[in-house]
């Protein structure tokens, strides 16, 4: 079986092709190594404000293009199965550092193909942590790299559960899980704005021009969130 490494980074902002990371932290095994690095360009006020790094705390931190970590992290990812919540944006982040992701497993998208209930109103890691009753240690960080990783782990292994009870098998299961992270996955019910907890369809009858106005947005404004995005564009015929 392939070596799963979960793994997360907190960057400079929140968008792709332009922020960088700056802390990145990874398990593989029973081992955490978690760095922060200085990043190509400032990390932004915003940012700071949910993950408290500075750019005064990076001042005297080496850069992660050449670093052991980045080496380290380019040959176990070779061979290896990532794992992460929202794998596209971490994806996109050891991209810009040149280090490829052949194959990954994205918790947030395997969360909501899984809800087929629609039990679940949320699906950020912090949430999933709670909603899901966790076992988590008390002393872990939320919007921490190496907090983050600790739930992404505990995260995965309910969510592997979950899915081996229908494959019949943990193997059988992490195949299926990358083949579905490869695709987006229709999303059944808004989680926001005025229409929040209606399914898509009751606003596209009730009002497809927020749907319209809600697809521009999101593609006008890049957003990261894939799933979202197709959904818009399924219902709309787009």
Known sequence: MNELIFLDTETTGNVIGTDRLCQVSYAAGDT????????????????SSIT???NKMLADKPP????????????ILKKGILVAHNAKFDISMLEAEKISVPRFICTLR??????????????????????LDLDIPKHT?????EGDVIVLRA???????KMAEETGSEKTAIET????????????????????????EDVLAADRQYLEWLLRTKVEGKDNDEDLVYT???????
């Open 232 to 238: 818009l564009k399924h219902h709309l015929g787009r």
């Open 177 to 200: 899980m990358v083949e579905i992270s490869k695709n987006p996955v229709i999303l059944r019910r808004l989680n926001f704005g005025k229409y929040k907890d209606k399914s898509f």
């Open 110 to 131: 395997m969360a909501r193909y899984l809800d087929r209930d629609d039990k679940i109103p949320e699906y950020g890691l912090q949430f999933l942590r709670y909603f």
């Open 52 to 54: 408290h790094i500075t």
């Open 64 to 75: 992660f293009s050449g670093s052991a970590m980045a080496k380290e992290l380019a040959a």
């Open 141 to 145: 960080h939320a919007h921490d790299a």
């Open 32 to 47: 955490i190594r978690t760095e922060y690095f200085k990043p190509p360009l400032p990390v932004s006020v915003k940012s």
């Open 155 to 161: 995260l995965f292994g309910r969510l592997l559960a």
